[in-house]
């Protein structure tokens, strides 16, 4: 099975709240990641959350970790059409771990939102 | 330049030729990133250099795909005897020191490849 699974589509309506899901399997992940990708723009990093900490807010994003259950998600409040995107989930391993930080990155998840 | 540029945006070749894919990362930048990303699926990683050294070539799926990085700031990917499965988007990115999240991966627009 693939190292990072999300759901591939989510619709929301203007306004409304985000909820994008990821599960990882490397129980030695350092880092876990959320990037976005709009049509004819590179991959942007929108956060990242270590592998110690269960939460992390910026703004009106919401990053959740359920170490245990190798779980991340992605809340975004306030959903705005300019938020249509596809979201990868993504995790790493730093060198304490045999890794070098580079990320292995999910599927991805289109996110559209509608009026 | 203000942001990782790669060279050309689109490129389409016939099966068994050879390519040169071309990045220019952010001035100052002494990592960089090679990715694939084939459709509908996450960037995939293939090569990491730290200035002109390749620090991590783990993800080049075979010895038809090389890169180089001469002089620590542009870097060429070469894939040789193309199939048609090399057909993807290929991005780079650079970092200023490392890929530590707190050195973040800036993306290029990425060049689409396709072999027909």
């Known amino acids: 099975g693939e190292d990072v699974e999300q759901s591939l589509f989510l619709s929301v309506r203007e306004g409304d709240s985000s909820v994008i899901n990821c599960t990882y399997t490397?129980?030695?992940?350092?880092?876990l990641y959320w990037y976005k990708q709009e049509p004819g723009a590179g991959l942007q990093l929108l956060t990242y959350?270590?592998?110690?900490?269960d939460m992390k807010q910026d703004q009106r994003l919401t990053v959740l970790l359920n170490k245990k259950d190798k779980h991340l998600s992605l809340r975004i409040a306030d959903t705005q059409t300019g938020d249509s995107a596809i979201y990868f989930c993504a995790e790493s391993r730093g060198p304490e771990s045999g890794g070098s930080y580079i990320p292995t990155f999910g599927r991805g998840t289109s996110l559209i939102v509608h009026p | 330049g203000a942001g990782v540029s790669q060279t050309p945006s689109n490129k389409v070749t016939e099966k068994g030729k050879y390519v040169e894919l071309r990045c220019d990362p952010i001035s100052g930048h002494t990592a960089l990133y090679w990715y694939r990303q084939s459709l509908g699926q996450g960037p995939e990683f293939l090569i990491y250099?730290?200035?002109?050294?390749?620090?991590?070539d783990s993800g080049l799926p075979n010895d038809r795909f090389f890169a180089v990085r001469p002089e620590g700031s542009v870097s060429t990917l070469k894939i040789q005897r193309t199939e048609r499965g090399d057909s993807a988007v290929y991005l780079c990115?650079?970092?200023?020191?490392?890929?530590?999240?707190?050195?973040?991966?800036?993306f290029g627009p990425g060049t689409r490849l396709t072999v027909l």
């Open positions: 959350i270590f592998s110690n900490m």
């Open positions: 490397d129980s030695s992940s350092t880092y």
């Open positions: 250099f730290q200035g002109t050294g390749a620090a991590d």
């Open positions: 990115a650079s970092s200023l020191i490392d890929g530590r999240p707190d050195n973040e991966q800036f």
